[in-house]
């Protein structure tokens, strides 16, 4: 077994139709979790994860709850075949899989939270409108100063940092097009992204305190082991402080970046993205430097989690 084995758990983005199913074929705990979320959600997520269709799966209310289950599930069967992790982090929504992974809530709880605010982030887009790019070629200081200049008495925000000169964008559409366009005179890269709404930004500011209220009667418990979260890269022990940080994540940037920086300077050999797709994967290779022995794998299925096993 590594000395140090870090999880990380995607977010929106990452679906695809099939995601799940020879999990819940091979693995009881797999199915109880698909059965739970559907439960939740009063509807057949599970469906939408195995048979699509795709339009259907992605709209946010469904897929919050779906990458979470799958999330779940991979980590479930980890966990049941004596694999864990001792540093747990999730990339925006995956978060909540983090969570669940360092003993801070159960799965049950992480299937209603991600269910309550996928429906208020959805309810928020629908009230503000607005957009989303990624930056591709421009630091963050670079990306700052162009919000500076495009946001004018409007919203703009830093979405994620996701490696040093991949960062995503994110408010209004007006200001947001500004920014594309100042991107691409600096000689950047811009990228408009196939979103419904802008996350991370101000816009989702009226989310906030109905999803801190959501959480009063949703038992947090300390870590069981490290957890670094998004809003702040860094550690939080204390059950109602990460309450409020989760909250806040709604109209924070997710600081990726700097999570797998401190990841590495901690010592972590052995990087396991647990859940669909492999962009948290692709991330940390751009992160990891040439002196960074590290070990990447993604165990999204029963095929994938026999490779990593194998190896370990």
């Not at 801070?104 to 503000?128: C, F, P, S, T, W």
């Not at 009063?216 to 940080?245: G, H, M, Q, R, Y």
């Not at 948290?280 to 096993?309: H, M, W």
Request: net charge negative; charged share 25%.
């Amino acid at each position: 077994m590594p000395d140090k084995i870090a999880f990380l758990f995607p977010g929106q983005g990452s679906q695809f139709v099939g995601m799940g199913k020879d999990l819940v074929d091979e693995f009881p705990v797999a199915r109880t979790i698909f059965e739970e979320v559907d439960e939740v959600c009063k509807k057949h997520v599970s469906k939408l994860c195995f048979e699509g269709p795709m339009d259907e799966l992605t709209l946010t209310e469904n897929l919050q709850p779906a990458i979470t289950a799958v999330n779940l599930a991979c980590l479930a069967a980890l966990n049941e075949l004596g694999v864990h992790a001792e540093v747990s982090a999730g990339h925006s929504l995956g978060e909540y899989s983090a969570l669940v992974s360092s003993g801070v809530l159960d799965g049950l709880d992480a299937l209603r939270l991600v269910q309550k605010r996928g429906e208020l982030m959805h309810r928020e887009a629908l009230a503000n409108p607005g957009g989303m790019a990624a930056v591709i070629g421009m630091d963050l200081n670079a990306v700052r100063d162009i919000i500076s200049v495009a946001k004018g008495n409007e919203i703009l925000d830093i979405a994620n940092h996701n490696t040093a000169e991949q960062i995503v964008i994110t408010g209004e559409k007006g200001p947001l097009s500004r920014a594309i366009q100042l991107v691409k005179e600096k000689k950047g890269k811009a990228i408009p992204l196939k979103v419904s709404g802008a996350w991370h930004s101000r816009l989702m500011q009226g989310a906030v305190a109905i999803f801190r209220g959501f959480m009063d009667d949703i038992s947090f418990s300390e870590p069981e082991n490290t957890v670094l979260f998004n809003a702040t890269a860094e550690t939080e022990k204390v059950p109602d402080s990460i309450k409020d940080i989760m909250a806040k994540q709604l109209i924070s940037p997710v600081k990726w970046y700097d999570i797998m920086l401190n990841t590495l300077e901690d010592g972590v050999g052995t990087f396991v993205e647990v859940g669909p797709k492999k962009v948290l994967s692709g991330l940390l290779k751009k992160v990891a430097g040439p002196g960074d022995e590290v070990k990447i794998y993604n165990v999204q299925d029963c095929q994938s989690l026999r490779t990593f096993l194998g190896d370990i």
